[in-house]
């Protein structure tokens, strides 16, 4: 169809007809479409690699963000698609395109913010490119990071009966966000959970190892959204329950203000969180993470996307999932 | 130093100063600084990764390249990179952030264009992000390649005596985009040199296989900074002789109009030709390849880099190697 625009297609239409285009290599387990692509390395290990943009105006503002935090989070939000695996981290790769007006030390902050946050997950910056742009400051970032052999937690593994868990808290990144463009400062807490939102490595790792979750993926676009992805890989459906969703005191006290503000944590995005299904019933117990893990709903065989009211009646969100073309 | 600004630091004294910051991996066998990183595999390969950026309207202009083009090209720039170290390039990344009026159709001509050159120098589109962009069409390519262990050649191999060698031609990409920027209309080689440059993989492969060099890089920003790499990073100096350097006949007519255009040759950028030395004074022979090879100057131990005229006396280029934040 000629003329169509990006917004009547949407972000995962154009992924889909992109698809299409493509074919598969014999060293490639699995391509386009999960948090990370999987290649074959050696007979103990597979690479696992994803690649993400940062778009001044699109995913951050310059004035609630230091170069330093944008920094950190430039790394840990591609990190995150590896915890999302349940891989370790190994290298990243940054791209810059730079306007001129930004002083250098603004960038060595920015540098160091990243290098640093690399770092603190055991992982180093490998390579980049730095170019200047006319318009506004683009970041590219690369992670490639191993998982054994096999043992790579996909979209598409969550089965008839098994319970959804999603660790942390949801909506605080997104509540931050509102209040920011509602010219409102938001507490340190919010604040930092949207500036500096931390990857849960340590807990995909634990459950790769113990091999505890049948589908896993990070939480971007919000629960609604991204457990669409999980349902839609697997071929089931789910039934997530309202008042398990796992809120922080900082949620809950702007919730007693606006009720209408439980839409984020259903639909906010950049929560950075983990969202996972296991045939399990206990999983917290068996993680042992410094992370709570919080069990919000059950998989079930009809197709679709129910969230449930404590009266067992239906909740209906007024958001949408993100899309960056919507 | 407070609010220095890009310009005064420039690409290569930022890249220096994020170099700084960083510390190495036991799985880094080479970081930043080269044409790619380099990482241990296995015990007989090497994992080769690079990431580039691909700006409107400071890498390309959409009215001088259709869609499919820029597709090709921005595959075949990245891959040169693995090219440049002997690589074969396996998977690429791709990131696209996109302005709201490139019809879809535009978008599925350039992942089309994308694929097809991935495709044919043996590699897979294994996974990428897209986004809106309020500002230009940017591309973000990360690809990764493999080497036999040990054996990528690298920019700090060159020894006082190595012969200096480049493929193809040099100057056309840069004489094409001089007539775009005048206004005039390319011949259809030239622009076929600027829109859809070849990686050259066959011959960095046969160099790498046979043992042949012992330092290469491509040429992305004209041979007398890209040998200066080289240079810098072998700690040697170099002569070369100007009328050896390789021109095609299309060049070559232009030259006759006007004698300037030769800078064009030495600084003008876009080659993705390969640039290497050699103990071999007959590598022509050895390579087999069916792209030329052109023996244009000698490493030397006096530092810096001398263009010499038939005559034996020195050439002064007009242009310094392009910096993108110069």
């Given at each position: 169809?000629?003329?169509?625009k990006l917004?009547?297609?949407?972000?995962?239409?154009?992924?889909?007809?992109?698809?299409?285009?493509?074919?598969?290599g014999?060293?490639?387990?699995?391509?386009?479409?999960?948090?990370?692509?999987?290649?074959?390395?050696?007979?103990?290990?597979e690479?696992?690699?994803?690649?993400?943009?940062?778009?001044e105006?699109?995913?951050?503002?310059r004035?609630?963000?230091?170069m330093?935090?944008?920094?950190?989070?430039?790394?840990?939000?591609?990190?995150?698609?590896?915890?999302a695996?349940?891989?370790?981290?190994?290298?990243?790769?940054l791209?810059?395109?730079?306007?001129?007006?930004?002083?250098?030390?603004?960038?060595?902050?920015?540098?160091?913010?990243?290098?640093?946050?690399?770092?603190?997950?055991?992982?180093?910056?490998?390579?980049?490119d730095?170019?200047?742009?006319?318009g506004?400051?683009?970041?590219?970032?690369?992670v490639?990071?191993?998982v054994?052999s096999?043992?790579?937690?996909?979209?598409?593994?969550?089965?008839?009966?098994?319970?959804?868990?999603?660790?942390?808290?949801l909506?605080?990144s997104?509540l931050?966000?509102?209040?920011?463009?509602?010219?409102?400062?938001?507490?340190?807490?919010l604040?930092?959970?949207?500036?500096?939102?931390?990857?849960?490595?340590a807990?995909?790792?634990?459950?790769?190892?113990?091999?505890?979750?049948?589908s896993?993926?990070?939480?971007?676009?919000?629960?609604?959204?991204?457990?669409?992805?999980?349902?839609?890989?697997?071929g089931?459906?789910?039934?997530?329950?309202?008042?398990?969703?796992?809120?922080?005191?900082?949620?809950?006290?702007?919730?007693?203000?606006?009720?209408?503000l439980?839409?984020?944590?259903?639909?906010g995005?950049?929560?950075?969180?983990?969202?996972?299904t296991?045939?399990l019933?206990?999983?917290?117990?068996?993680?042992?993470?410094?992370?709570?893990?919080?069990?919000?709903g059950?998989i079930?065989?009809?197709?679709g996307?129910?969230?449930?009211?404590?009266?067992?009646s239906?909740?209906?969100?007024?958001?949408?999932?993100f899309?960056?073309?919507g």
């Amino acid at each position: 169809m000629h003329n169509e625009k990006l917004q009547d297609v949407g972000e995962f239409g154009l992924i889909r007809r992109i698809q299409r285009q493509v074919g598969g290599g014999d060293h490639l387990v699995l391509g386009i479409g999960d948090d990370c692509s999987i290649q074959r390395q050696d007979n103990s290990w597979e690479l696992l690699t994803s690649t993400d943009l940062l778009i001044e105006g699109v995913h951050f503002n310059r004035q609630w963000i230091s170069m330093e935090e944008l920094g950190r989070k430039s790394a840990a939000v591609n990190i995150s698609d590896i915890a999302a695996m349940g891989g370790r981290p190994k290298s990243l790769f940054l791209g810059v395109a730079c306007p001129g007006d930004i002083p250098v030390d603004e960038l060595e902050s920015f540098s160091r913010g990243f290098v640093a946050e690399t770092n603190a997950y055991d992982a180093v910056l490998a390579g980049g490119d730095t170019c200047r742009s006319l318009g506004p400051l683009m970041i590219s970032v690369t992670v490639q990071g191993e998982v054994e052999s096999g043992r790579a937690i996909r979209r598409d593994g969550a089965e008839v009966g098994d319970a959804i868990y999603v660790s942390g808290t949801l909506g605080d990144s997104a509540l931050a966000l509102q209040q920011l463009l509602a010219g409102k400062q938001p507490n340190r807490y919010l604040l930092a959970r949207h500036n500096t939102p931390t990857a849960r490595v340590a807990l995909g790792r634990r459950l790769v190892q113990e091999q505890l979750a049948s589908s896993m993926l990070d939480v971007s676009d919000g629960i609604l959204s991204d457990l669409g992805h999980i349902l839609e890989a697997s071929g089931v459906g789910a039934e997530i329950e309202l008042a398990r969703l796992p809120l922080s005191d900082e949620f809950r006290a702007a919730l007693q203000q606006d009720g209408s503000l439980l839409d984020l944590a259903l639909a906010g995005g950049e929560d950075y969180e983990l969202l996972l299904t296991s045939p399990l019933k206990n999983l917290s117990e068996k993680t042992l993470s410094s992370v709570d893990l919080t069990r919000i709903g059950t998989i079930c065989s009809q197709p679709g996307l129910q969230v449930k009211n404590q009266d067992g009646s239906l909740y209906r969100c007024s958001r949408g999932g993100f899309d960056h073309f919507g």
